[in-house]
T-cell receptor, first 114, second 115 residues
């Protein structure tokens, strides 16, 4: 089954404790992206990757890092989480560079930073 | 910059009634347009999309949307609502072009269906 998986689905942590949210897709997609969803704001892009070793900032990158060492994986790293990063996070992938391609979303990771 | 406006953060309809969720976009060139649905505790699922060609697009679960360039709109409709349609709906735009063409989302519309 074609899918995007994320782990963990739920995470409660404390301020400053480094964490990683994993994302993996099995569709051999080139383009991957992270979004955060906040009430009343919709989804906003954090980082994206056009291919292996090619990553760049989206609209709200502050406080986040990513890496793309393998085509299928795109982890999101919070080196020093803060309460304003409490949010619902989605990883997504699409086939290629064109914006006409559908993006496939993972099930989401609900993060709470206390 | 592209932007999306969804009119109404919450829409309530009776079962069997028409569903109309409104979406207007702002873009200097005709973009690609998408509607996604999000059920509780789940990720986003594509309902339908418009890229080129026919302006009336049919999607899954009986939904359709019409791209109206003159009105910069892409409203989502369904003739008869079912209880299972209760969810949050997001309109999004992307592109055109290649490179980083992220989805720019509206703030979402929560649809409630009353029995």
């Amino acid at each position: 089954e074609a899918q995007v998986t994320q782990n963990p689905r739920y995470l409660i942590t404390v301020t400053g404790k480094k964490l990683t949210v994993t994302c993996s897709q099995n569709m051999n997609h080139e383009y991957m992206s992270w979004y955060r969803q906040d009430p009343g704001l919709g989804l906003r892009q954090i980082y994206y990757s056009m291919n292996v070793e090619v990553t760049d900032k989206g609209d709200v990158p502050e406080g986040y890092k990513v890496s793309r060492k393998e085509k299928r994986n795109f982890p999101l790293i919070l080196e020093s989480p803060s309460p304003n990063q409490t949010s619902l996070y989605f990883c997504a992938s699409r086939k290629g560079a064109s914006g006409s391609y559908e993006q496939y979303f993972g099930p989401g990771t609900r993060l709470t930073v206390t | 910059a592209q932007s999306v406006t969804q009119l109404g953060s919450h829409v309530s309809v009776s079962e069997g009634a028409l569903v109309l969720l409104r979406c207007n976009y702002s873009s200097s060139v005709p973009p690609y347009l998408f509607w996604y649905v999000q059920y509780p505790n789940q990720g986003l699922q594509l309902l339908l999309k418009y890229t080129t060609g026919a302006t009336l697009v049919k999607g899954i679960n009986g939904f359709e949307a019409e791209f109206k360039k003159s009105e910069t709109s892409f409203h989502l409709t369904k003739p008869s609502a079912h209880m299972s349609d209760a969810a949050e709906y997001f309109c999004a735009v992307s592109g055109p072009g290649t490179g980083n063409t992220p989805l720019v989302f509206g703030k979402g519309t929560r649809l409630s269906v009353i029995a």
